[in-house]
């Protein structure tokens, strides 16, 4: 049960609150999931309620020549609405104005959809093509870590008992860059994806693949790479007989499990289907806009 609930309105306050011992603290921000976690709780243990809302430093964006820096504390809807983000990371932005409703997105922040670690987490792909790297805070210090690596399973992460998500550091993108993210769910709006995909390239002068990065949500216990997708896509033109080379290797990747939103059969032709759409337009973006660096 719930003894008590904390609200700090500076960042040190909250680590302090964060690594003292006693009952076990659920951290929340916007608090969309607060009822699903409680449910998770054995209601004769005690816990008290780490709100982070409020709290300027986690909610602050900013640019540098190298990284943006999101606090985790910035709300989805604010992504979603930032077209400076959409020139510079479109497929952040798309992942953002899917996740549920513009009431969902006005309090679910970015570092909570992170740290849900649900595997159809819509921001996660995206955060993992860009090469995203999380800042992990403690009174003690912090580390930084890529986010591909911060997810264990479903709703396990690397995040020690005295430690927050603070600041979300993301490579600004080069020359000759573009992005996708494209999501699958049976409706339109309010929707866990089913499927989602996340693809990076960067294509040279002769419009080669330079680079790629390719992330899949909802197809095992955690947002995943193709590495050997990626290996295919570098050095072609994302050419039709190439695309599907990838999709073989994506869907070789692919873990999808039997649930009661999609079969497995599903969720893997849906790979195809996305990823194929995905790097399409990623290419496209790249021809076109060629993402440079924004200052």
Request: with cysteine.
């Amino acid at each position: 049960m719930i003894t008590n609930c904390h609200r700090p309105v500076h960042l040190e306050k909250a680590l302090d609150l964060r690594g003292t011992d006693g009952p076990k603290k659920l951290v929340i921000a916007g608090g969309t999931d607060l009822m699903v976690s409680l449910q998770e709780v054995d209601p004769e243990v005690e816990i008290e309620l780490l709100l982070l809302e409020g709290i300027r430093e986690l909610e602050e964006i900013s640019w540098n020549e190298k990284n943006i820096i999101l606090g985790a504390g910035v709300k989805v809807e604010t992504i979603a609405r930032d077209e400076k983000i959409f020139k510079t990371f479109p497929g952040l932005k798309e992942a953002a104005e899917q996740l549920g409703s513009w009431q969902v997105r006005n309090l679910a922040t970015l570092g909570g959809n992170i740290c849900n670690a649900a595997p159809s987490g819509d921001l996660l792909p995206p955060l993992i093509v860009y090469d995203a790297k999380l800042e992990l805070t403690s009174s003690k210090g912090n580390r930084v870590l890529p986010a591909e690596d911060f997810f264990l399973g479903p709703g396990m992460i690397d995040l020690k008992e005295d430690e927050l998500l603070t600041r979300i550091l993301i490579p600004l993108p080069e020359k000759g860059s573009g992005s996708r993210y494209e999501k699958f769910g049976i409706r339109e709006a309010m929707e866990i994806a089913i499927v989602g995909v996340g693809v990076g390239v960067v294509l040279g002068k002769e419009g080669k693949v330079e680079k790629a990065r390719i992330a899949l949500g909802a197809v095992a216990p955690t947002p995943i790479r193709v590495p050997e997708g990626e290996k295919i896509a570098i050095g072609s033109t994302l050419e039709d007989n190439q695309i599907k080379e990838i999709i073989r290797s994506a869907k070789e990747t692919a873990r999808p499990i039997c649930d009661i939103r999609s079969s497995e059969n599903y969720r893997e032709d849906l790979v195809g289907i996305l990823l194929g759409r995905a790097l399409k337009k990623a290419k496209e973006r790249a021809l076109k806009k060629g993402w440079g660096k924004c200052k």
